[in-house]
């Protein structure tokens, strides 16, 4: 209990603290006059909690002690937000928007739902409010107000048409005769609320049945379930055909990056150098390497999506098909019948309506999900259009050798190609006992740390995201799961698991987009408090000094001999320097044994506790006796009547 107490505490201090930096932030950009528009609150809120994962700004719940601190941290969020051309800025508006969306994705029917409620709220207050003699009076107005509502809610063409105004009229007046009609104006305004929802169900259903028993046309009935599965083909193919366009761009930024980082070994230790060529500059280097970030994040929000539509595609057939069910089962009920008991068919008539409204309400998160598409893909091609001039050096980028893509995409033609390269021997190689290496067959994709990607080529290119070859094999260090992109990558993880462990967690504190990718968030959570991670101490190389050491023909010149005179006991050596120095037929005055009253030579003294009567004329055995002297009077008296008081004591004392 104590323990949720202080979470809830800690938690409420944390949404104070972001709420802070948030308005900060806004007031300075609204201050300065640095962007063109105001920012959006939410996604500077985003920003926010990215950077709080990071303890190296030294920003904690005590706001007045870090409060350099946070305005440090202001003036980063404000330069972030001036750079909107930046490569990291662009992945990290892919990353809101698409959490923005999808978080939102489900709810936006019921989102729907209620304003088409705030949309009809006016009409439907009017028809609640009327009273029964205006009805009486213009019942062709009255009824056109409960045609319009009922047609409006449920979505079943438009009622400024006539031929949708008068097969619902028809509706109205079979399922309204002239008692039930006087019925419902004299009910209050609650019951009148009730009625009228199941009036406007009971008039789609019937005109949805009649529609398919072909008793009515059905003006503005649309089949909404061949327009779902129409719509989720559209957004298939134009889904797969991003996913083929984006590996492609992966495998050429991929490789692109690869050949100029180059696996260079320094005795033991293996690095990554950065070579280039004429024509390409570090910062190139480093555009490709930001932009092969956005593809992959854009590749893997299409995967998702394309998950998402399978999903969103059964929940449509179910829905079809129950629908279809409940048609059939009003068939079964009516055809073949001179009469039917209204309290049987109209409630089957309500569900019939209810389940055709939630089959035309799953084209809205499909439409969601298409607008989304289109947002992803116009933040890739301002991505690409800010970095023209570095792909403009790429000669060869439509020209790729296939032996050169990397195998390491893990995409596969079949299941059987899959099973059978994952199974192969590995073929990593491991220094330390710690780090254990495995076949990849038996384990599942999602427990591969990083995603999936090589923590030793993050560490070394500080951000290349470069799938680890899983068909060499995996490492394991104490239970996690690794993936290189190299034999030579798990080698150097292997010498140092901390060095790249605690490598990748500082780069992606400091680089807060590839936080997502990497999935990482909740880790940082965990350690967001620890500022400083523990490494192993680095090997330091013994040192000699210079004038001890010899050449290797040293002891073909001097030959070994042991010398008798050499004393090992300091002591000794202190005695025969004091000896040297004839400081043993000397007395010293500093300090002065017992029963001694004069200067004498003395070979061995002492000191031992001190005596009055023998000791030197000094004061605090160094100083000499200062008088203390002090005027007397302590407010100003007279000059005049000045005089000392000595209060110095005796030195004899």
Excluded at 88 to 96: C, E, G, S
Excluded at 165 to 170: F, N, V
Excluded at 178 to 195: N, Y
Excluded at 201 to 206: E, K, N, P, V, W
Aim: charged share 25%; glycine share 4%; net charge neutral.
């Amino acid at each position: 209990m104590m323990r949720s107490l202080e979470n809830d505490i800690l938690e409420l201090k944390r949404f104070h603290l972001e709420s802070n930096i948030l308005k900060d932030t806004l007031n300075t950009c609204v201050e300065r006059s640095i962007l063109p528009s105001q920012p959006n609150e939410k996604f500077v809120h985003f920003l926010v909690k990215l950077e709080l994962l990071n303890p190296g700004w030294g920003i904690t719940t005590d706001v007045m002690r870090s409060r350099d601190n946070i305005q440090t941290l202001v003036k980063h969020l404000v330069n972030v937000l001036e750079s909107q051309h930046l490569l990291p800025v662009i992945a990290l508006k892919m990353q809101f928007y698409y959490g923005c969306s999808m978080q939102h994705l489900d709810s936006s029917i019921s989102s729907n739902d209620e304003r088409m409620a705030v949309l009809l709220r006016p009409l439907r207050n009017d028809i609640l409010s009327v009273s029964a003699r205006e009805a009486f009076y213009n019942p062709d107005l009255f009824d056109r107000k409960i045609i319009s509502y009922a047609v409006l809610l449920t979505g079943i063409g438009n009622p400024q048409e006539s031929n949708v105004y008068c097969e619902a009229l028809r509706v109205w007046r079979s399922v309204m005769d002239e008692k039930e009609f006087a019925s419902f104006l004299q009910k209050d305004k609650e019951e009148r609320d009730q009625v009228l929802e199941e009036i406007s169900y009971l008039i789609c259903g019937i005109r949805l049945y009649n529609w398919h028993s072909g008793k009515s046309e059905g003006h503005g009935i649309r089949d909404y379930g061949s327009l779902i599965t129409e719509l989720i083909e559209i957004l298939r193919r134009n889904l797969e055909n991003t996913i083929c366009g984006t590996l492609k761009w992966i495998d050429v930024l991929a490789v692109t990056v690869d050949r100029f980082f180059v696996v260079s070994c320094i005795g033991d230790e293996v690095k990554l150098t950065l070579e280039l060529s004429m024509d390409i500059k570090k910062k190139d280097v480093y555009a490709f390497r930001d932009l092969l970030l956005i593809f992959r994040q854009h590749l893997m929000y299409l995967r998702k999506m394309l998950h998402l539509l399978k999903t969103k595609e059964r929940q449509a057939d179910q829905m079809a098909r129950t629908f279809q069910e409940k048609l059939n089962h009003l068939d079964g009920m009516i055809v073949g019948r001179y009469a039917v008991v209204a309290s049987e068919t109209f409630p089957v008539f309500i569900d019939l309506a209810k389940s055709w409204m939630d089959l035309k309400n799953r084209i809205i998160p499909l439409l969601k999900l298409e607008e989304v598409m289109n947002v992803l893909g116009a933040l890739r091609k301002k991505a690409v259009s800010y970095t023209n001039k570095a792909l403009e050096k790429i000669h060869d980028i439509t020209s790729i050798p296939a032996s050169m893509i990397s195998v390491a995409n893990n995409d596969y033609e079949t299941e059987e190609e899959e099973t059978e390269v994952l199974c192969q021997r590995p073929r990593l190689k491991s220094m330390n006992l710690d780090v254990v290496i495995r076949p990849r067959s038996s384990l599942d994709r999602d427990k591969v740390e990083y995603n999936g990607y090589c923590g030793f080529t993050l560490v070394q290119t500080e951000g290349a995201l470069v799938f680890g070859d899983q068909s060499l094999g995996l490492a394991n260090h104490l239970g996690k799961w690794y993936a290189f992109s190299s034999p030579e990558a798990c080698l150097a993880f292997s010498r140092n698991p901390s060095r790249y462990i605690n490598g990748v967690i500082k780069l992606v504190r400091t680089s807060p987009h590839l936080i997502e990718i990497l999935d990482m968030r909740d880790y940082l959570e965990v350690i967001r408090d620890v500022e400083v991670i523990v490494e192993e101490k680095p090997i330091r190389t013994k040192t000699l000094t210079t004038g001890t050491q010899c050449e290797d023909e040293y002891e073909k010149i001097v030959e070994p001999s042991i010398d008798e005179e050499y004393d090992w006991n300091i002591w000794s050596m202190k005695l025969k320097a004091l000896q040297l120095g004839h400081l043993m037929n000397c007395g010293t005055h500093a300090s002065q044994s017992q029963q001694t009253h004069t200067v004498t030579a003395t070979r061995i003294q002492t000191d031992r506790f001190k005596h009055k009567n023998l000791q030197t004329k000094k004061d605090n055995y160094a100083n000499t006796p200062k008088p203390a002297r002090y005027i007397a009077g302590l407010r100003a008296p007279d000059p005049k009547k000045w005089f000392d008081i000595d209060l110095t004591r005796p030195v004899k004392e």
